[in-house]
């Protein structure tokens, strides 16, 4: 018990650490307290920031929490499905779909931080519609070779910036080299002193950045390149899957046309049979139509209208009967059947709770035992009353899964049904044989 609680425990603990559900609620409370904040500058404060100055500054941040807390529940979204592919299915996905998020919030992260949009509106209209494709590639990009390798291309990237790192300390430091660094750093810092003269201080800073970066680029020029190169297979990589992506798209529109057409169908095969019931199968509105010709051929002679509505009412009495003959007539007939075999095997276990014999050794067995205590075999039973076989009786056999019966009791079980109670195939007539047991 102890052990049990334990376990319950530590199930509530998973449940309430996952991660997918923490991310959600922190988006979710996050963009909350933004659409607050926007709400309530927007609205309730508006003239008292005005008279501040202040108004379009509180805005910007509100807006700003609010698209940080909406790119949270996307990243959320996209966590709760590489949980659930599996981050070898999903990690390209990932990184696309989330680039589509980011595209799609730029204009707010515009706004947010530019107060206003630069330029004319339709750049932002097609980079939203770019990131709507990112997140739908995204979620489409689920091919395991090509993220396999983009997994093992992140892990190579992550090694050469460890090398990167590494080589940094002590080349930087101790290489000779190092002088054209140090005579940029002294150029860039004489001429924000403005001591350098003839020139202007920009082609001083130009020039002694070049000489630092051509220090750091040719003492780690094998590590640049190789996270050049790593970057570059990460890049094809996602372009491939791009591609992959796109060519499940026919296939996507040609399910969801299949399904469009499917459901159409039944829609109107419904309309169809709405239709049916109210015109043909309701049953109480054509009674009613046969009551009211009586009155409505009052012009007609009374004999000529008594026939006519006797008629409508008689068919809207006969045509149920009709309609659901099988129906009830097949109800009816499992109905039997269940009750007679019910009935037999209830009169058998009350009746004869004794014990039976073995028909290989004629060991007594319990009613029930289904084995022989003896000699360990399985006792043949009839498969509708579920009574032993005696040696030498006379069963019915099917032709088909060969399983026994009393003669009596397929006879009877035939008038209801004509296939076998346990293979379900038809069973034209009854063969009959006496029962020997085989040895062996």
């Known amino acids: 018990m102890e052990k049990l609680k334990e376990d319950k425990e530590d199930d509530f603990e998973r449940t309430d650490r996952n991660p997918v559900i923490t991310t959600l609620w922190i988006g979710f409370s996050i963009s909350v307290l933004g659409i607050v904040g926007l709400i309530t500058t927007s609205v309730f404060i508006k003239e008292y920031l005005e008279n501040l100055g202040i108004q379009n500054t509180i805005f910007r941040i509100t807006l700003g929490v609010f698209v940080i807390g909406v790119l949270i529940i996307s990243f959320a979204f996209i966590l709760r499905r590489i949980r659930k592919k599996g981050l070898d299915y999903f990690v390209a996905g990932a990184i696309t779909a989330y680039i589509g998020f980011l595209l799609l919030a730029l204009p707010l992260i515009l706004i947010a931080i530019l107060s206003e949009l630069p330029g004319t509106d339709y750049p932002y209209y097609i980079t939203m519609g770019v990131g709507l494709l990112f997140i739908i590639f995204g979620f489409l990009m689920e091919t395991y070779e090509l993220n396999k390798k983009l997994l093992a291309f992140l892990k190579n990237f992550k090694e050469s910036l460890v090398k990167l790192l590494k080589k940094i300390k002590w080349k930087l430091v101790i290489s000779p080299w190092n002088l054209l660094s140090l005579t940029g750093i002294v150029i860039i810092v004489l001429a924000a002193l403005d001591i350098l003269p003839y020139l202007d201080n920009l082609y001083y800073y130009i020039s002694g950045g070049t000489l630092i970066a051509i220090n750091i680029i040719f003492h780690l020029r094998k590590e640049i390149w190789e996270i050049v190169k790593d970057v570059g297979r990460v890049i094809s990589t996602i372009l491939r899957a791009w591609g992959r992506a796109l060519k499940q798209i026919p296939g996507i529109i040609k399910k969801a ?184």
């Open 257 to 440: 046309a299949i399904w469009f057409y499917e459901k159409t169908l039944s829609f109107f095969k419904l309309i169809g049979r709405v239709l049916k019931y109210i015109i043909v199968r309701n049953y109480f509105l054509l009674f009613g139509l046969g009551i009211a010709m009586f009155f409505l051929l009052s012009n007609f002679a009374l004999e000529l209208r008594i026939a006519t509505s006797s008629l409508v009412c008689l068919v809207s009495i006969i045509k149920p009967i009709l309609d659901w003959r099988d129906f009830f007539g097949e109800n009816v007939s499992r109905a039997r059947q269940y009750l007679y075999k019910t009935t037999q095997k209830t009169r058998n276990v009350l009746k004869y709770r004794k014990n039976i014999r073995c028909p290989y050794c004629s060991f007594p067995n319990p009613f029930l035992r289904r084995e022989c205590w003896q000699c360990k075999k399985e006792i043949p039973r009839c498969m509708i009353c579920n009574n032993a076989v005696e040696k030498e009786e006379t069963v019915a056999v099917c032709p088909h899964c060969e399983n026994i019966y009393h003669v009596n009791h397929l006879k009877t079980w035939m008038r209801f049904n004509a296939k076998c109670p346990v293979c379900h195939n038809e069973i034209k007539s009854i063969n009959t044989e006496v029962f020997q047991p085989k040895e062996g």
